[in-house]
């Protein structure tokens, strides 16, 4: 199935972000504010001028070869096939379609559908971030094992299907505010199989989340009466920026401001803000170019890394099921997360400084001693909010961008035929980092720096 956008779509104007010099907070919770603000760190990075990590821009071919060789092992020659990156391949795990399972069950009116994926897929994304290396998760109905991203995916979906996010016992098949208000740590400890044996990264983290998405669900503007996340669905479509074509096209910008509006109650506190308003997952950087006469929000990068990934997975039934288009859908970056940076770092182009290193693996001792891990191998880490891991994660938005015109080069794919970023990352790029990582540190997979883990941000 090719995911080519159909030639009947007119062009569609776009609103502009906000500027930033007057509404500095609006503008780094724009879409359009990731790239741009990540820019700079990629012109250091082919200078070598970032402050925590060497940049070798002459290996970057090697890391072009080697994610151009896995997406070719997998899709050639049939690259128009390659789904957009998304949470719906993740529960298709071992070649099982169990998104088509639950949509054999339920009945035929696609706006349903729809919503009820669209309630799936919201709580399975804010549940995955990085579990760590120890978790796994063994399924209910096949008892087969998975691990990580895909493990999490299993999990909430079986909890799913058990009706542990449904208020409304005759159909448990949903997500609700209230559903979300009674879950507790214990509750979710026992849905994700999490024993002092089987231990998850930040599962107080993603129990907060859950139930902080109850109170985001009161908005019933976006959510309805009964607060589902999938009446944003109803909202979109009658949004008056939404135009009626030969399909519906959205404005990506609308669906933007409903998550980051929206969800804006679920975010930690303790995230950055300015003027009183939390920017979520935005950080301040030491290298960003400022002057002594700039404004604090220069020195700050957004990445918004959980509302894109969400994005990029509530697009994909809203495409499938009601062949909604999205206009402005370019405007998205690649993630900046450790499967997509740790590629950069295990094929050359960056290597973390040696007094960073030093830092980082003084890090991760302490931290094995206090939770009284011990491990195989071991790694830099540091906590999300350290200059290291921004400026890690800012030079990944734009390497990024650059690989995906090298890898569509390098395949001599050209205009309508040419891989999109979602494409790239997912048959390349986050694929790749995973590969690299399960060779560079075979014992554990983990990313070459490790990221303190308090279930919210990865």
Known sequence: MSFAIPPTIPKVALPKAPDPQVDPAGYLRSIGAVRERCRPMLEKARKNQLNHFNVDMDNFKNTTKFVVSIIKRDFAPDYGTIPPHGRWQHFNVGGRDRVAELLASWPSDPSERCRRLLDLFLVSVLLDAGAGTSWSYKSTESGKIYRRSEGLAIASLEMFKSGAFSSNSSQPHQVDGEGLRNLTVDKMREGLQVTEENPIAGLEGRTELLTKLSEAM???????????????????????????????????????????????????????????????????????????????????????????????????????????????????????????????????????????????????????????????????????????????????????DLLLEEVNATLGLQGGEALSLPQMLEAGSWKGGREMAEISRPNTQCPPIAILSDGTVF
């Open 218 to 400: 009161m908005n019933h503007t976006y959510f309805g009466a009964d607060g589902r996340p999938g009446n944003m669905l109803d909202f979109l479509i009658s949004h008056p920026t939404t135009q009626a074509s030969s399909v519906p096209i959205i404005l990506l910008p609308t669906l933007w401001s409903v998550l980051m509006d929206g969800l804006a109650p679920i975010w930690p506190s303790s995230r950055t803000a300015i003027d009183g308003t939390a920017l979520g997952d935005a950080w301040p950087l030491s290298s960003m170019p400022t002057s002594p006469a700039s404004a604090p929000w220069e020195t700050i990068v957004p990445f918004h890394k959980l509302t894109q990934w969400l994005c990029y997975s509530l697009m994909q039934p809203m495409t499938k099921l009601m062949s909604i288009h999205f206009a402005g859908a370019e405007l998205m970056t690649g993630l900046p997360e450790y499967r997509n940076g740790g590629l950069f770092i295990d094929t050359g182009v960056l290597e973390l400084k040696a007094e960073d290193t030093k830092k980082g693996i003084e890090n991760f001792k302490l931290n094995s001693e206090q939770s009284g891990k011990k491990t195989l191998e071991v790694v830099p880490m540091f906590r999300p909010d350290d200059d290291v891991i921004v400026e890690w994660r800012a030079v990944t938005v734009g390497f990024l």
